[in-house]
């Protein structure tokens, strides 16, 4: 994913994903009121994920990047189990909500509209790709994002200023983002290998910077980039730097799942 894609989904991630979902009795568990699931073409790339109005569209979204957004996930690290078609298939998801309760969620804050969605995602998961599920903690390798030695080279955020992350290639611009949300934004990042990153920085501020790297395929860091691979660049660039360690994190355990029905 590159460019505004790969944002769109950080987005949705960081607005209503961030806590772990609590799953309330099965009686009160909030559901789709319809929902239909294809399997994505084959060789598709680019995903996408967008909620309007009483409407969620999923495309091109496997069922373990499903799982990590319906439990408020950071990684697919945190996800532990499940048969391989899980992270193999991409699906796409046209699921709509019913008027009682759209106009209940009408009436939400962002962060109880962002759970309502999950908990939803979580019954569709549930019903139609019978995915049956234990959460818990685990001590995982995460990366700690630390100040570096010589200090942050980021100047704090403007008052007033709207937080933004603006993310591209081997190229980030932000505007007034906490640690936390930065912390969030490079577990997405392919360089990271999947780890959760925590933030350990003690920084209560928000910030503005940008941040240029070599990107990272699986392969090393590019050789044509006039830029360092992203460890070194946060620290040249920001006075942050990125310190293995381990930590116990959230995980859903994935006990059994099945192919959905299709329709």
């Known amino acids: 994913m ?11 991630t960081f607005a209503h994903a961030q806590q772990p979902a609590n799953v309330p009795n099965a009686e009160q568990q909030p559901s789709f009121e319809v929902a239909t699931i294809k399997p994505s073409r084959p060789g598709r790339f680019g995903r996408d994920f967008d909620t309007d109005g009483n409407r969620l569209t999923i495309e091109n979204f496997t069922v373990r990047r499903l799982i990590r957004i319906a439990y408020g996930l950071k990684s697919d690290a945190q996800i532990l189990g499940g048969p391989d078609w899980i992270d193999k298939q991409g699906f796409d998801i046209v699921a709509k909500v019913d008027d009682a309760e759209a106009a209940r969620m009408d009436k939400m804050n962002d962060e109880q509209s962002g759970s309502e969605w999950n908990l ?106 006039p830029y360092p691979a992203l460890f070194t660049a946060l620290q040249e660039q920001l006075g942050l730097k990125l310190k293995p360690a381990k930590a116990s994190v959230p995980v859903v355990i994935v006990e059994s799942a099945a192919p959905p029905t299709l329709n």
């Open 120 to 225: 939803m995602l979580q019954s569709l998961l549930a019903d139609r790709f019978r995915l049956k599920v234990t959460q818990s903690e685990r001590v995982l390798p995460i990366f700690a994002l630390v100040v570096a030695g010589a200090g942050i080279k980021m100047k704090a955020a403007k008052p007033g200023e709207n937080g933004d992350l603006d993310g591209w290639g081997g190229h980030l611009s932000a505007t007034a983002i906490t640690m936390d949300g930065f912390a969030d934004y490079l577990t997405q990042v392919r360089d990271i290998a999947g780890r959760v990153v925590l933030n350990r920085t003690s920084l209560a501020a928000a910030y503005d910077f940008n941040l240029d790297w070599a990107r990272d395929r699986g392969d090393g860091a590019s050789q044509d980039s």
């Open 2 to 12: 590159t460019g505004l894609l790969a944002l769109g989904i950080l987005t949705f």
